[in-house]
């Protein structure tokens, strides 16, 4: 596609459920990167995938929170056991290469009732 | 630790007034530096400066990156009420890739 994709805009769900966030990366990116938005907050740094090498998880706050990527197409940030404070907008962004500028999805809003 | 701060906070001007946003940056090895801009959804890629282009423009848009005082700015000219957005400063961090960003900017153009 033309740019990021990630799905869904949207999650409610409840305490203590487990939620799945897609991205599809811009086409032949081979870096992708997931970062967490907290209401009125920076960007914080969960993981990164670049190619076939084994992912940065430097950034993943707990052991609840995981995520996979199929060679250079999409990924899946899992979050199990979820709790209030996982309550934020997580956003995807993908770049051609390593050193070059990171280009962000619209983000997923979860919210944890 | 690798730390980017933003000033000011938040900015409130009139339409056609000229506004400089602010970043400084603590980081070894040094690679680059990116402005964001992020209305009410995805960041938007606006600028990477590096060591090898440190000065940037876009029509109203232009940046500066000073490596010696470790500190950019960012500008904008003649503002609009679409300017109205948080811009956002990040480097990449020590020895990774992954960005790490400032707060940023709340700037609200009015008319």
């Known amino acids: 596609g033309a740019g990021v994709s990630q799905s869904p805009s949207n999650k409610v769900t409840e305490k203590g459920k487990d939620v799945e966030l897609r991205c599809d990366p811009i086409?032949?990116?081979?870096?992708l990167y997931w970062y967490r938005q907290r209401l009125g907050q920076g960007l914080e740094f969960l993981i990164y995938f670049q190619g076939n090498s084994a992912p940065d998880k430097s950034g993943l706050p707990s052991d609840r929170f995981s995520a996979e990527r199929t060679g250079e197409s999409v990924s899946t940030l899992t979050i199990q056991r979820t709790q209030q404070e996982d309550s934020a907008v997580y956003l995807c962004?993908?770049?051609?290469?390593?050193?070059?500028?990171?280009?962000f999805g619209d983000g997923t809003r979860l919210s944890i009732l | 630790e690798d730390k980017v701060v933003q000033s000011p906070l938040s900015l409130v001007v009139h339409e056609g007034d000229t506004v400089t946003l602010n970043c400084s940056y603590e980081v070894t090895n040094f690679r680059s530096l990116l402005w964001y801009k992020q209305e009410k959804k995805a960041p938007t890629f606006l600028f990477m400066l590096?060591?090898?282009?440190i000065e940037k423009k876009s029509g109203r848009l232009s940046s500066i990156l000073d490596k010696k005082e470790l500190f950019s700015i960012l500008n904008i000219t003649a503002t609009q009420t679409g300017d109205s957005a948080v811009y956002l400063c990040a480097v990449p961090n020590s020895g990774n890739t992954p960005l790490v960003f400032g707060k940023g900017t709340r700037l609200s153009v009015i008319a």
């Open positions: 590096t060591s090898s282009g």
């Open positions: 086409s032949g990116h081979t870096a």
């Open positions: 962004a993908s770049s051609a290469h390593r050193d070059q500028p990171q280009h």
